[in-house]
């Protein structure tokens, strides 16, 4: 049988095959009904849904008494004797379930002043035997262990006719509180060994219909609120309450209990307003209005205005210089999970630092921490997740790592605001958070202020290769990575110097070509002037050599004729 089924009623002497299987179940202070028609099983099961109050009512008294069964007279009866406390063995005649059942419910007694208070009604069933003068029934409260024990006495019973006869003893005489658990026992008087009824017994809470209105506990009042923001003021209106008593409204801090602030008001009953304003500090999703009766152990109603804002709870964060520690303190209770991270480049994701999960309980801190303004707690909970980056602001400065590249070397340099120890290596990055070792760790000490270069090869280049450094004197920290190594020269910081060093390459170029032009065009012009001088050698030497071609023909031709003449004469 389920352990929350707590009895069984018959509805009705006209309806003895209808079973009402009342299940209180202490979830939240709520019962359901259930309801079962047939003799064994419920096959047919129609639930009732009754809210949050109780689905039946207080059954109501006028006083507290006990009686027994018609034709039995019985009696109150003090037990002060000191033997009586313990139990004696039980006669070989005496049957061990003399006592077959006891059954326990909730009455309500009230006063002409309209004043009421709950008692246990406890009915058992007892089978008659000669050795047995009655029966002790106890209550002991659990949540303050009050015991109440009274005595039933048969004093007049004709034993021959009751004897193995069923005798129904009934006690309201046990004042209970509002949603209660109480113990309860039943044995025989005298105490025989091992002969006992005991049962576990929930009282009614003030989500119950007649508790809730008759019981002055359950009489809250009605808190409505105003918040100021701007002022950082709640005004608080009260009705439904308790006219001839004060009121008392307050705000207050919840945790296990309500920790009072300090804003603390009492309306007075012949106050005609109903209304005070109390100031606030922070709003804080644990910040509640508590609201009760000025009477002993009034119930308390509280509402939280800002319960759903739960933003403000990231907000206390603070690093010791001196002792290097970063704490986060929750100003109210919560269920989170804390990671240390580190912001990437664009600020869209913070990846978890490892081996820095903490949950959330009284403080989450961390030691020898690297203040570097990309580091940052992340708080995950079931509904989001929240990045707080408590080194963005203050005198906090970042280490810086970068890369200049040579014709066949990289410079690194590292500089840091306070003195650090690094280590610096080129690794092939598998993902974001792995960066696999090609090479051995080079350990860098930067003094405060100060920066130290490193050259490294690049005989390892391409896209998933990176330069990576992390400082190794903290116990959190996150690596910058410089990935992306060119196989050629792009130094962004020698982009001048190589523009120069083209230009003056492409003006030797330009002027070499011009000299060697020049060169070659005096060279070409005195090869050319030379060949007309050689040609006018050879036109002048050709015209003079036909020149004397004709004078040697004109002086033959003179000779001939004046041999001519000769012989002519």
């Given at each position: 049988?389920?352990?929350?089924?707590?009895?069984?009623?018959?509805?009705?002497?006209?309806?003895?095959?209808?079973?009402?299987?009342?299940?209180?179940?202490?979830?939240?202070?709520?019962?359901?009904?259930?309801?079962?028609?047939?003799?064994?099983?419920?096959?047919?099961?129609?639930?009732?849904?009754?809210?949050?109050?109780?689905?039946?009512?207080?059954?109501?008294?006028?006083?507290?008494?006990?009686?027994?069964?018609?034709?039995?007279?019985?009696?109150?009866?003090?037990?002060?004797?000191?033997?009586?406390?313990?139990?004696?063995?039980?006669?070989?005649?005496?049957?061990?379930?003399?006592?077959?059942?006891?059954?326990?419910?909730?009455?309500?007694?009230?006063?002409?002043?309209?004043?009421?208070?709950?008692?246990?009604?406890?009915?058992?069933?007892?089978?008659?035997?000669?050795?047995?003068?009655?029966?002790?029934?106890?209550?002991?409260?659990?949540?303050?262990q009050r015991t109440q024990c009274v005595t039933i006495r048969f004093t007049k019973i004709k034993r021959k006719k009751f004897l193995m006869?069923?005798?129904?003893?009934?006690?309201?005489?046990?004042?209970?509180?509002?949603?209660?658990?109480?113990?309860?026992?039943?044995?025989?008087?005298?105490?025989?060994?091992?002969?006992?009824?005991?049962?576990?017994?929930?009282?009614?809470?003030?989500?119950?219909?007649?508790?809730?209105?008759?019981?002055?506990?359950?009489?809250?009042?009605?808190?409505?609120?105003?918040?100021?923001?701007?002022?950082?003021?709640?005004?608080?209106?009260?009705?439904?309450?308790?006219?001839?008593?004060?009121?008392?409204?307050?705000?207050?801090?919840?945790?296990?209990?309500?920790?009072?602030?300090?804003?603390?008001?009492?309306?007075?009953?012949?106050?005609?307003?109903?209304?005070?304003?109390?100031?606030?500090?922070?709003?804080?999703?644990?910040?509640?209005?508590?609201?009760?009766?000025?009477?002993?152990?009034?119930?308390?109603?509280?509402?939280?205005?800002?319960?759903?804002?739960?933003?403000?709870?990231?907000?206390?964060?603070?690093?010791?210089p001196t002792k290097q520690v970063l704490a986060w303190v929750p100003l109210c209770p919560v269920n989170a999970k804390v990671h240390l991270?580190?912001?990437?480049?664009?600020?869209?994701?913070?990846?978890?630092?490892?081996?820095?999960?903490?949950?959330?309980?009284?403080?989450?801190?961390?030691?020898?921490?690297?203040?570097?303004?990309?580091?940052?707690?992340?708080?995950?909970?079931?509904?989001?997740?929240?990045?707080?980056?408590?080194?963005?602001?203050?005198?906090?400065?970042?280490?810086?790592?970068?890369?200049?590249?040579?014709?066949?070397?990289?410079?690194?340099?590292?500089?840091?605001?306070?003195?650090?120890?690094?280590?610096?290596?080129?690794?092939?990055?598998?993902?974001?958070?792995?960066?696999?070792?090609?090479?051995?760790?080079?350990?860098?000490?930067?003094?405060?202020?100060?920066?130290?270069?490193?050259?490294?090869?690049?005989?390892?280049?391409?896209?998933?290769?990176?330069?990576?450094?992390?400082?190794?004197?903290?116990?959190?920290?996150?690596?910058?990575?410089?990935?992306?190594?060119?196989?050629?020269?792009?130094?962004?910081?020698?982009?001048?110097?190589?523009?120069?060093?083209?230009?003056?390459?492409?003006?030797?170029?330009?002027?070499?070509?011009?000299?060697?032009?020049?060169?070659?065009?005096?060279?070409?012009?005195?090869?050319?002037?030379?060949?007309?001088?050689?040609?006018?050698?050879?036109?002048?030497?050709?015209?003079?050599?036909?020149?004397?071609?004709?004078?040697?023909?004109?002086?033959?031709?003179?000779?001939?004729?004046?041999?001519?003449?000769?012989?002519?004469?």
């Amino acid at each position: 049988m389920n352990p929350l089924l707590k009895g069984t009623h018959w509805l009705s002497d006209v309806h003895k095959l209808s079973l009402t299987l009342r299940v209180a179940m202490k979830f939240h202070n709520r019962e359901c009904c259930f309801l079962c028609w047939g003799t064994s099983g419920c096959p047919l099961l129609i639930i009732l849904f009754c809210g949050i109050a109780n689905c039946h009512s207080i059954q109501r008294i006028k006083e507290c008494e006990i009686t027994c069964s018609q034709g039995v007279q019985c009696e109150r009866k003090q037990t002060d004797d000191l033997f009586s406390r313990f139990c004696r063995d039980a006669p070989e005649s005496l049957h061990p379930n003399v006592l077959e059942n006891m059954k326990i419910t909730t009455v309500m007694k009230c006063s002409p002043a309209s004043q009421c208070s709950l008692h246990l009604n406890i009915i058992g069933t007892v089978i008659y035997d000669v050795h047995i003068r009655g029966v002790e029934i106890c209550s002991m409260t659990l949540s303050t262990q009050r015991t109440q024990c009274v005595t039933i006495r048969f004093t007049k019973i004709k034993r021959k006719k009751f004897l193995m006869h069923k005798i129904q003893v009934q006690a309201n005489v046990f004042e209970v509180g509002v949603s209660e658990q109480v113990y309860v026992s039943m044995k025989t008087f005298p105490d025989f060994c091992g002969i006992q009824l005991k049962e576990h017994y929930y009282v009614e809470d003030c989500n119950n219909r007649d508790v809730g209105r008759h019981i002055w506990s359950c009489l809250t009042g009605k808190l409505d609120y105003v918040v100021n923001k701007e002022n950082k003021l709640i005004t608080v209106n009260v009705s439904n309450i308790l006219q001839d008593y004060d009121y008392n409204v307050r705000l207050c801090k919840k945790h296990f209990v309500c920790h009072d602030t300090g804003a603390h008001a009492v309306i007075r009953k012949e106050d005609p307003t109903k209304s005070v304003t109390l100031p606030y500090s922070e709003m804080l999703p644990c910040l509640c209005i508590e609201g009760w009766s000025a009477i002993p152990d009034a119930r308390r109603t509280r509402l939280c205005p800002f319960k759903d804002d739960i933003s403000t709870l990231w907000d206390n964060i603070a690093y010791n210089p001196t002792k290097q520690v970063l704490a986060w303190v929750p100003l109210c209770p919560v269920n989170a999970k804390v990671h240390l991270c580190w912001m990437t480049d664009d600020k869209q994701k913070c990846v978890n630092i490892p081996d820095s999960l903490s949950a959330a309980h009284n403080q989450v801190s961390y030691s020898h921490v690297d203040t570097h303004p990309r580091l940052c707690m992340k708080f995950a909970t079931e509904t989001g997740s929240w990045v707080k980056c408590p080194f963005t602001s203050g005198p906090f400065s970042a280490w810086h790592m970068k890369t200049y590249l040579m014709a066949k070397s990289m410079e690194i340099r590292l500089t840091s605001p306070t003195k650090a120890k690094f280590s610096v290596f080129i690794c092939n990055r598998t993902n974001f958070n792995s960066c696999e070792p090609l090479q051995k760790y080079t350990l860098v000490y930067v003094e405060a202020l100060e920066t130290v270069t490193l050259n490294m090869s690049r005989e390892i280049c391409g896209s998933n290769i990176c330069i990576q450094g992390i400082r190794e004197d903290v116990n959190y920290s996150f690596p910058i990575q410089i990935c992306d190594i060119p196989c050629i020269s792009q130094d962004p910081g020698s982009k001048e110097d190589n523009f120069l060093q083209m230009i003056i390459v492409t003006a030797v170029q330009v002027l070499s070509a011009a000299i060697f032009t020049y060169i070659g065009y005096k060279i070409f012009k005195v090869c050319h002037q030379k060949r007309e001088q050689k040609r006018l050698l050879k036109s002048q030497i050709k015209e003079t050599s036909e020149i004397a071609s004709s004078l040697e023909q004109i002086t033959l031709l003179s000779t001939k004729a004046e041999g001519d003449r000769y012989v002519a004469y």
